[in-house]
């Protein structure tokens, strides 16, 4: 089991990657979706929260990432003596007519299977994404966290129609007639994740890439009217037993599991690693459940997170445990100091389960 750190795209930077090394990750997520273009005033030092017009624009349909952009990122992370585990998240502008069902699904299928074969060829092992309409939408930010520090939570259920040329919360199509997206059935959204991994999961086998689902963030059945797909630890394996591929893995959130209202945590870190799909995991604790939670400390919420590493290391989990997302602490560097302290605390967890 290997210790990691997340890094948005505007942070994926030389100094960040010392910083994770720094702090005892040997491994690097990326992010390359910039979820900060444009948004209206967001901090870009700490995870997007946005508002009704979601967190930001969304990038250029027409420009995939290319091999040489995944390529040199991997080389730049090596160089800091670091190895690239994942590139986190699709951009919208690459497959919302995928999770639309809409006119350039098509094409936009063919935009995911050569960004999952450039990724084999550049050597990247897992590419995570959230199969959702809403996306992560509905939270919201303040001092919830020990000592007042700032984080994110939830403070009821978040369901104002979704506008034409918004999905996964970013704004895609800013020229989109007004009006709202209709909202579909539980049924369809399933319907429509089914297609996507029977075509994309050939093609992720052959070229040595897993894709990993990460759950719904916030886990409720329905944001902006429209449903989930995994917000109760029991619908993951519904997904699992979508396809057999040894492809199909899941981007295992800690933090996003224990909101859900049913299941024991426990009993899902057991039962999914269990079961060899773990792609990797976001390692983050909570207070409460949806619709009304808070995001905490990595010693400070619900959830015995030693007891979670030492699941995984019983059902001898060789993966990657990144934070996914900390509070922000009071200082000069607050995304850093947050993320240094999660660190420090998962090392000792790691060193000291072996
Ligand atoms: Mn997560």
């Known amino acids: 089991m290997n210790l990691g750190l997340g890094l948005y795209r505007h942070m994926l930077t030389p100094t960040n990657y010392e910083f ?5 990750a040997t491994h690097i997520v990326a992010h390359l979706v910039d979820y900060f273009k444009d948004g209206t005033a967001q901090k870009v030092d700490d995870q997007p929260t946005g508002t009704d017009r979601g967190w930001g624009r969304a990038g250029d349909p027409n420009q995939l990432w290319t091999l040489a952009e995944l390529t040199d ?10 190895k690239l585990e994942a590139i986190e ?13 809409g006119p350039r699904r098509t094409t936009q299928l063919e935009g ?12 990247i092992p897992i590419l995570g994404y959230n199969f959702s309409l809403a996306g992560v939408a509905g939270r919201t930010k303040s001092n919830y966290a020990r000592g007042n520090a700032t984080s994110v939570g939830m403070e009821g259920a978040y369901d104002p129609p979704m506008p034409r040329g918004m999905v996964w919360n970013m704004i895609y199509d800013e020229h989109a007639t007004t009006g709202t997206h209709p909202s579909i059935s539980s049924e369809e959204l399933w319907r429509r994740l089914e297609a996507f991994l029977n075509e994309v999961l050939p093609v992720a086998e052959a ?7 990460h759950p719904d963030d916030p886990p409720m059945p329905t944001v902006r009217g429209q449903p989930r797909l995994v917000y109760q630890p029991a619908h993951y394996q519904k997904l699992i037993d979508l396809n057999p591929s040894p492809a199909n893995t899941l981007e295992f959130c800690i933090g996003s599991l224990a909101e859900m209202t049913e299941g024991d945590i426990y009993e899902a870190v057991d039962t999914y690693s269990r079961q060899n799909r773990l ?10 459940k949806v619709p009304f939670y808070r995001e905490t400390f990595i010693d400070d919420g619900e959830v015995d997170m030693l007891r979670v590493v030492q699941i995984l290391r019983r059902n001898r989990f060789a993966g990657v445990l990144i934070p996914d997302h900390t509070p922000q602490m009071s200082c000069g560097a607050p995304w850093h100091a947050g993320m240094a302290y999660a660190m420090g605390f998962m090392r000792a967890a790691l060193l000291t389960t072996k």
Request: charged share 25%.
């Open 20 to 24: 994770a090394r720094q702090a005892g």
């Open 73 to 82: 990122l991997r080389r730049g992370i090596e160089e800091a003596g670091l």
């Open 89 to 101: 998240n699709l951009d919208p502008a690459h497959w919302h007519d995928i999770l639309l069902d």
């Open 112 to 123: 995911v299977k050569t960004i999952i074969r450039r990724m084999g060829e550049a050597g």
């Open 207 to 213: 070229a040595g890439v897993k894709l990993a689902a």
């Open 279 to 288: 792609g990797y995991v976001h390692f983050r604790n909570v207070r409460g």
